[in-house]
């Protein structure tokens, strides 16, 4: 089970910075996709990292603004949002996935996220003065 935290309320230009914790498995072996999805809009997919390599990908939404990363000793994803914006505004998820190069690649770059799983609660973010 993975549980999103981290969430609250900042002002636009301000920075937050996501946990995605796991429990009862280790997230070393699985690519961990971060997704937001704001009332009314379909899911998006923000962020990727891999198991192994650590590779990332970032939608161009966010790119240049948000970061992931993992911490392997408190088996934690990060997603670190600098730059904020209203439009930022979202619930946002973790997930995992298969630990393989289509993953990060393919699949999340091109929106397909049937392979991901074990989503857990996920944590709101909202921008806004």
């Known amino acids: 089970q993975l549980q999103a935290s981290g969430g609250g309320l900042v002002q636009p230009g301000g920075s937050l910075r996501l946990s995605c914790a796991a429990s009862?498995?280790?997230?070393?072996?699985?690519?961990i996709g971060w997704f937001r999805q704001a009332p009314g809009k379909e899911r998006e997919g923000v962020s990727c990292i891999s198991g192994s390599e650590g590779t990332t990908y970032y939608a161009n939404s966010v790119k240049g603004r948000f970061t992931i990363s993992r911490d392997s000793a408190k088996n934690t994803v990060y997603l670190q949002m600098n730059s904020l914006r209203p439009e930022d505004t979202a619930v946002y998820y973790c997930a995992t996935a298969p630990d393989t190069i289509a993953t990060i690649s393919l699949l999340f770059p091109n929106h397909q996220f049937d392979a991901f799983g074990s989503w857990g609660q996920g944590t709101q973010v909202t921008v806004s003065s």
């Open positions: 009862g498995f280790s997230l070393d072996y699985y690519a």
